[in-house]
């Protein structure tokens, strides 16, 4: 099956390089161009895209915005969202995720990885780069103190075995690593994560290891090895 992406960038030239990358994997073509948040919307709707490849700062509706806008419709559902960016400003990064992008990937990224990304998030994974996300949520949870955060109560609808796998989760190990890890099958952890989500009101993968975080079920630091077996 070919897997549709929607380019969302004001860079003309930006988009038909990643158009020609795109266009030149087997599996993969274009579906559109879009220069702003809004016609990203539009045209996530219209073309019933797989991925959009969604650029943070565009003039009139951002990324930002239009990442809300796309996971929020539910006639939407299927399609995911891949943060492009600099990583300059790590607010909007965070924001992203929190909004239910599925992943997100540096600019200066190869052109290979790029192509996985894409394929990663189609087939409804998330892209989340562990010493990334960690680094980018501690400098975020450390200058937004003042902000309502979720409750550890929050995480009381949790079984014991969920908070475990969302714990394992949260510090980057994949469902084949924490299966191995809890020595139970990859289909086992995977049906944890989805309950988890569930009960947790996450749109994806990306958002569950926000609301661990927010929780305070695991902090960055705890991240920097992971558990031992």
Same mark, same amino acid.
Request: aromatic letters at 2%.
């Given at each position: 099956?070919?897997?549709?992406?929607?380019?969302?960038?004001? &860079?003309?030239?930006?988009?038909?390089?990643?158009?020609?990358?795109?266009? %030149?994997?087997?599996?993969?073509?274009?579906a559109g161009e879009a220069s702003t948040? &809004?016609?990203?919307v539009k045209l996530a709707r219209?073309?019933?895209?797989?991925?959009?490849?969604?650029?943070?700062? =565009?003039?009139?509706?951002?990324?930002?915005?239009?990442?809300? =806008?796309?996971?929020?419709?539910?006639? =939407?559902?299927?399609?995911?969202?891949?943060?492009?960016?600099?990583?300059?400003?790590?607010?909007?990064?965070?924001? +992203?995720?929190?909004?239910?992008?599925?992943?997100?990937?540096?600019?200066?990224?190869? *052109? +290979? $990885?790029?192509?996985?990304?894409?394929?990663?998030?189609?087939?409804?994974?998330?892209?989340?780069? *562990?010493?990334?996300?960690?680094?980018?949520?501690?400098?975020?949870?450390?200058?937004?103190?003042? $902000?309502?955060?979720?409750?550890?109560?929050?995480? %009381?609808?949790?079984?014991?075995?969920?908070?475990?796998?969302?714990?394992?989760?949260?510090?980057?190990? %994949?469902?084949?690593?924490?299966?191995?890890?809890?020595?139970? %099958? *990859? @289909?086992?952890?995977?049906?944890?994560?989805?309950? @988890?989500? +569930?009960?947790?009101?996450?749109?994806?993968?990306? &958002?569950?290891?926000?609301?661990?975080? &927010? +929780?305070?079920?695991?902090? *960055?630091?705890?991240?920097?090895?992971?558990?031992?077996?």
């Open positions: 099956m070919t897997i549709r992406v929607l380019l969302a960038d004001d &860079q003309v030239l930006l988009r038909a390089g990643l158009r020609v990358l795109i266009d %030149s994997a087997p599996d993969l073509e274009v948040g &809004q016609e990203a219209e073309t019933r895209a797989d991925v959009v490849l969604m650029d943070i700062r =565009m003039p009139g509706t951002d990324g930002l915005t239009a990442t809300r =806008m796309i996971t929020e419709d539910q006639d =939407m559902a299927a399609v995911r969202v891949l943060v492009l960016t600099t990583f300059e400003i790590d607010d909007y990064v965070f924001e +992203a995720l929190r909004a239910g992008a599925s992943g997100f990937l540096g600019k200066g990224a190869e *052109p +290979a $990885e790029l192509l996985t990304a894409i394929r990663t998030v189609a087939r409804g994974d998330s892209l989340l780069s *562990p010493a990334a996300t960690k680094s980018l949520i501690a400098r975020f949870l450390a200058t937004h103190d003042d $902000e309502e955060r979720p409750a550890a109560e929050a995480l %009381s609808a949790l079984t014991e075995r969920e908070r475990e796998i969302l714990a394992l989760v949260a510090a980057g190990l %994949s469902n084949d690593e924490i299966a191995g890890r809890l020595v139970v %099958s *990859p @289909a086992t952890v995977k049906t944890h994560v989805n309950r @988890a989500m +569930a009960k947790l009101g996450a749109h994806d993968r990306a &958002q569950l290891v926000i609301a661990a975080y &927010q +929780a305070g079920l695991v902090r *960055p630091d705890d991240t920097r090895r992971r558990p031992a077996p």
